[in-house]
């Protein structure tokens, strides 16, 4: 099935949030990465092109993502879950679809705004244009180090919600025994 159903998430919500988290998870990764490297290494200069590439593919599958969330009503929670833990389940959920939007949007705008003005070529096929109005500020290298900033602790925050994420989505298979894990999994069965 396609489409969500009443006991599980369907193959285009499965498929978009595998590809997401794989992506995201990656890009965490390659992006501590590339920032730790000595700015004169010559690997950097073509780390960051790819770590752009893909975060604008992350950027078009989250837009798609929320979008497909919008006209596709999710299975409900266990009728069993506390309040607490739906109120919780619910506000980070929404967290992580701001985050998915929000990182990739911070760090476009930190191209955008680099005095050096380094040109976007999606995996060197065309070029992604820059956002708009983030030129012509009197202080542009600081404009452009407050956007660096915003990119580097939303994605800390990401790494701590997914912490927990990770975390609430393992209790539920391993200790509360539901179906939670296994209905955003490709290829299983919902009893
Ligand atoms: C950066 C990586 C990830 C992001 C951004 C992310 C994001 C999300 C979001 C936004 C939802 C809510 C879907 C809805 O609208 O109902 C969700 C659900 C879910 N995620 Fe993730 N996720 C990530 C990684 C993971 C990982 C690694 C696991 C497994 C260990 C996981 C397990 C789940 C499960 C089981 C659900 C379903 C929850 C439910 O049924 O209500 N996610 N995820
Ligand atoms: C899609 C999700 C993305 C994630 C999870 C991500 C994550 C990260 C992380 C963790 C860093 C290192 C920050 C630090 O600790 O200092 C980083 C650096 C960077 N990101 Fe991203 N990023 C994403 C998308 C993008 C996009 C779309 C662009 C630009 C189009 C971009 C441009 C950059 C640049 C240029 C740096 C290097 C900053 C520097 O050290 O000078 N990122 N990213």
Do not use: G, N, Q, Y
């Given at each position: 099935m396609l489409t969500n159903s009443e006991k599980r998430y369907g193959a285009v919500a499965v498929t978009l949030h595998w590809l997401i988290a794989i992506g995201i998870i990656g890009m965490l990764i390659l992006g501590k990465y590339m920032a730790d490297l000595p700015r004169a290494d010559p690997s950097r200069f073509e780390l960051i092109q790819l770590h752009k590439s893909f975060g604008i593919t992350i950027l078009a599958l989250s837009v798609l993502r929320v979008l497909w969330r919008l006209v596709n009503k999710?299975?409900?929670?266990?009728?069993q879950m506390p309040a607490w833990q739906r109120y919780a389940a619910n506000a980070s959920h929404f967290l992580l679809y701001v985050l998915i939007l929000a990182i990739p949007l911070s760090g476009w705008a930190m191209v955008s705004a680099s005095p050096l003005g380094i040109p976007t070529?999606?995996?060197g096929q065309f070029e992604i244009p820059h956002l708009p109005g983030l030129q012509g500020f009197a202080d542009q290298h600081a404009v452009e180090g407050q956007l660096r900033e915003t990119h580097e602790l939303l994605g800390n925050l990401m790494i701590g919600l997914l912490i927990i994420h990770i975390g609430?989505?393992?209790?539920?298979?391993?200790?509360?025994?539901?179906?939670?894990?296994?209905?955003?999994l490709p290829f299983t069965r919902v009893k």
């Open positions: 999710v299975p409900p929670l266990p009728p070529i999606w995996f609430a989505a393992l209790k539920h298979h391993f200790w509360d025994r539901d179906d939670v894990l296994i209905r955003m």
